[in-house]
């Protein structure tokens, strides 16, 4: 069998369904989109990409696979969904999602179409396999799905630990093995075996441990923020159609930023990492709640009011396109519902630890609402910012 | 420099005065002390000893003096004291504290008579240091002394990455370098820097992590309980001195227990790991108060209370040696204290992480009351324990 | 001191110079440019840049000056080089080298010109540095020079390291902490202390062993001959200036050679990894000496021939495009050369180990011609390469 | 399944074969002997175990054996010889193997007799296995023999990564996934598949350079050299008998060794590292072949004629137990003879690869012979030592 080298789980077979698939220009595509997109701008090793990380989730669907019995055509299923779980993601992955989804309404897991057409369809056809079974999987859906895409999927296992293998920070090297061996099936649940709830818990912490240092690290932010924004204009300012947009690159994203006046100077500044800075960075108990709840349009509001605001106040020029306010919604915790058996019963995570409640409060410790500017009108920014917001200081 | 390889810090430069001490018997000694102990029963790979643990933390302490500005013979007495600080341990570490401090009243890092005799003492004289104030920094007084012994200790640091290189359980791999870098001196404390909560929660995290899945493994708990019931026994039945059993090495312990006809067999258990098995494994709720709190002579007196109920009830001969009452203490939390620059001022890191109480609870939840016996008795030893001890089933 | 998180050498101390160098446009380039360029079409983990490279050899380069004792000014000025060695690379480093030194006659590292201008040029003064002084460097000239570029440079033990950490491979995990702590100067020589004759063998079969798996791996050899002729045509048929060419980011070249009709069939075949197949692959003996040695032009003309011979033969078309000719030079072993202090005297590693021959015919006995051409070709363009060549079959 | 975590392959599936060996005294007593025995005196963290070593080979066989399609009896009885290998091993394994071959004429692979007595025999028949076929596996007998103890057996995959991962030297990091990958049988030899002549140098390569850094350090070759001949002299001295000092672990001998005054000094000198140190250290041209070729009688000779020597020249006592003559053989290079396809023959790596010859060559040159003495007598035993032995300076 042909195996391809990985810096994470070493030795990968590939099987002929997988190395049909590998030949996609859907699935070549990932090898141009970062799996941790502006993290990089922090941890500059973290370039690996959403290709690698496919392989690697393959990879761990067919362990899992053959150490909880299923085989056959079930199992090529979930192997090709797991190789092609990410296919449906926009440039820069997550930070393009919310565009994608206010312009096609369409999340980056409903793969439907793009399996059923294509080389895609044709080879998944050609291997015996429905397509639309596969996007069935992809969206989690049904007893295997729960493999592919739920709180003890094979997902999470592999970019916990990719991810700390790439930035270098320790947090995410989780006990995959521990979890694969744990993994059965309860009726139609999937669940972790007795003994486990310190590897549930081993997996929460590391989530929640990553999300602080890494995921949610206030440089990514501010470029995922400005990469946002400059996305919404460049779709606002040229005739790119938003299908043609959610299949780009990470590469042509940037020079379509490049060449439309609009968004130029915001793809220089990501290049170069010549980012905007905080204005304000806010706890949460510091933050009105209906800042806290706006929805996208009254964010855009009080966008344009802080700059008008801030552009009356002084000598410095402040335009709509200078402020970004990023208010991020409360960490998730999916693991926090994983089903562990304990005392020969299934429970929930969540209701046997401590612990959850803990990360939960943590988490809320750490949000921070952010506005965010270029350097030299940081001090109008913020001053008009906390005054529109009604941020305490 | 001289340099020794060690498969976590890879290339440790060693100083004259190290070099010096590492040729004394009391360090060459170390190399016969396993740093885990009895958790090698469980963990195959945790062969690691004592002496390289020293080497790490020594390699830590240089370090930490460097990035804290710590120089000249300060900075020397820092390194010796770190390279020292295990010395005062006793045969197999914490699993024969409690014989040691029963019989000689004396803690393991209570060294000083230690560092001021002998080679050790002649060392540290002829390098210009005073063995008194060395062995200070070892109990952890003074300004320096919370380097070598507190809640930022670099001891900590290295044996937490240490025990996860050698297990392979992945917890406890935390940031030491960035913990290292984050060091610093307000006032007389040591604290973290600013923007060091998460750095903190890790270390707290990965040792909770490391508790429950490594050090608190009840076939480690088991070894450890046999073992120390033997230690009394073998000072109870033979001419040994305390004072020397102290100073005696892993297998120098193993071979007394060995030659003694009292404990033969429990030195045949231990080699061989044919161990005694749980009778009774009980969570917290579950146990009488008085049984949790219960001091070492009554939990002896419930041990033979136990084998006398089981032998009367059975067919079976169960005498007071074949039952194993072990209550351990609520896990400490140490790290709890940490203290953190935030928003300009040292805060406690338990007053500043939801994390803290969540990781308490998790540890009563993890908590367990064991009754060990032989595997041949345990239906008669659970039966009578439950009863004897008021255990709710 | 400012500090980022590195995957390899995990935390990296930034000094002021640094932090300022980082902040150019110069360097941030370099997170656009790919250590291993088309290597990762076979290791899809190997995605590092020559920016974290840069960073890496900074920090060898701190490292080996403060073992040295080299201070001040000096120790500032080999960490600016270290960390600006590779500012003069093109797009995908290595595989436009070539094209670029035909067209402007310069070798990467001749950085006279691009450290004594913009943003580098007034930061280096700024710190009171002479930019030529750091070119000097740069281009391994001078006592220090042998550190930034030499056949014991940090640049060598970075990559080494840094590439096996992110293709998997383990072959080039070389002892660099070692290395570090034995380089000493004799004279103005930068060689090995004694005792590291082993330490010098380790890192020279690390390099044969990473050539021969990773480095000339055959489809990585076939995408940049791709990469190569389309970039020559890009430049032939656009009027891009080879001054503009040479600055350009990976992912700029890949975005012009879709942009020009002439090579987007090339670019696509790149970004998909649908690539040219081997038509002939000749071991050293196979193939007679005229070809071996053929220069570019003797090249391009046995291409043409063999197009129009394979053109001439069968049903199937075949343009000059369809055949790339690939012979490469014998690899390199710059640390053959490396110094080592043996009974007190400095020798030449090639003198003193009989390894060094031995890798030599190995990578003779490795060395390979290459035709390459689309993979419905190969029977005729193979056939007539054969003849026209002269290769033995 | 049961499972054990191993520092180097992660979890390691157990099969109840296997569960039911690990329980028996035999494979207990590996925990008590380190893979490395005295090289742990020059790495301070190779303390692993030929326990946790034969636990992983035991995972490799079983991996091989699913590669390669062996399943059933066959694959058991390989599992079970992978899990056995070394339980003929001595204490402190290769250091004692010549002192049991001369006393008992019996290799540590033939294990036949251990195999069919005890608890051991029972087990393997309970199992349905043949303790004969399984004992004739672990001498390398037959075609399944080869996995186990051949040029490409699954021990020398395990202890080369295990003694790197625990050393922290780099150099013994093979590819072994892909060695395992790349296992094949050409009718009833074991060989690499195609394009794996790479592989199979980086292996030897591996070995070469472990040799030279770790397993031939002097400062473990001298306290061998202290070991074997202490064994001697306990053996002379005491009614101990050589079955039953074949059967010891590390920690027994080196009791027994404390115990008679013979030999009380050795023992107190290996505890503490306080070694012999080096009166000759010659290289091979500069030895007469006379020397080279001594058997262990001449050795002796020579031993007692330095002693004389010395003791007459000098003021100091010089006994024969002084003195310690070590010529080692010349390195081995199984891996030379490991079989590649290359061009669809099977091909020996030696006639293959250039590589070999240079590998042996640089052995060669590595070869020392020593003689070593107590520190203080030194300038006395090794004037003697070159008269005597005619060494050339």
């Known amino acids: 069998m042909k195996a391809i080298k990985d810096s994470v789980h070493d030795h990968i077979p590939?099987?002929?369904?997988?190395a049909d698939l590998l030949d996609t220009p859907e699935l070549q595509r990932l090898r141009h989109i970062k799996q941790l997109s502006t993290v990089r701008l922090v941890y500059p090793?973290?370039?690996?990409?959403?290709?690698?990380?496919?392989?690697?989730?393959?990879?761990?669907?067919?362990?899992?696979?053959?150490?909880l019995g299923v085989e056959g055509d079930r199992a090529k299923a979930v192997?090709?969904?797991?190789?092609?779980?990410?296919?449906?993601?926009?440039?820069?992955?997550?930070?393009?999602?919310?565009?994608?989804?206010?312009?096609?309404?369409?999340?980056?897991?409903?793969v439907g179409d793009l399996l059923a057409s294509g080389e895609l369809g044709a080879v998944l056809e050609s291997h015996g396999l429905d397509p639309g079974e596969v996007a069935d999987l992809v969206a989690g859906e049904g007893r295997l799905g729960q493999l592919v895409a739920g709180e003890l999927d094979v997902d999470r296992m592999d970019y916990l630990v990719r991810d700390a293998h790439?930035?270098?920070?320790?947090?995410?090297?989780?006990d995959h093995s521990r979890l694969l061996a744990a993994l059965q099936f309860r009726d139609d649940?999937?669940?972790?075996?007795?003994?486990?709830?310190?590897?549930?818990?081993?997996?929460?912490?590391?989530?929640?441990?990553?999300?602080?240092?890494v995921y949610r690290h206030h440089v990514s932010r501010i470029a995922g923020a400005m990469l946002e924004r400059a996305?919404?204009?460049?779709?606002?300012?040229?005739?790119?159609?938003?299908?043609?947009?959610?299949?780009?690159?990470?590469?042509?994203?940037?020079?379509?930023?490049?060449?439309?006046?609009?968004t130029a100077d915001a793809a220089r500044r990501l290049e170069q990492r010549d980012l905007y800075k905080r204005a304000v960075w806010a706890k949460l108990d510091a933050v009105p709640e209906a800042v806290v709840a706006a929805d996208r349009d009254e964010v855009?509001?009080?966008e344009r009011e802080i700059a008008e605001t801030a552009d009356a106040a002084g000598e410095t020029d402040v335009s709509p396109e200078d402020v970004l306010v990023d208010t991020p919604g409360e960490p998730g915790m999916p693991e926090s519902s994983t089903r562990v058996v304990v005392d020969g019963e299934v429970r929930r995570l969540a209701d046997e630890s401590p612990l959850v409640e803990g990360l939960r409060a943590a988490g809320r410790a750490q949000?921070?609402?952010?506005?965010?500017?270029?350097?030299?009108?940081?001090?109008?920014?913020?001053?008009?910012?906390?005054?529109?917001?009604?941020?305490?200081?």
């Open 189 to 213: 649940d999937l669940v972790l075996s007795a003994g486990n709830v310190q590897t549930a818990e081993g997996t929460l912490v590391a989530r929640a441990l990553m999300n602080a240092t």
């Open 79 to 110: 192997r090709a969904a797991a190789l092609l779980h990410d296919v449906g993601h926009g440039p820069y992955g997550h930070q393009t999602e919310g565009v994608i989804e206010r312009r096609l309404g369409r999340h980056h897991d409903e």
């Open 367 to 393: 949000w921070r609402l952010g506005v965010y500017a270029p350097e030299e009108k940081i001090p109008e920014v913020g001053a008009a910012a906390e005054r529109v917001l009604g941020v305490e200081t």
């Open 14 to 18: 590939v099987c002929d369904l997988a």
């Open 231 to 262: 996305s919404e204009r460049l779709l606002d300012s040229t005739d790119l159609r938003p299908e043609a947009f959610a299949r780009m690159t990470d590469d042509r994203l940037l020079g379509a930023l490049r060449d439309c006046p609009a």
């Open 45 to 67: 090793s973290a370039n690996h990409t959403r290709f690698e990380h496919s392989l690697g989730v393959y990879y761990l669907a067919r362990e899992a696979c053959s150490l």
């Open 300 to 302: 855009r509001a009080f």
């Open 166 to 174: 790439h930035t270098g920070v320790p947090y995410g090297t989780i």
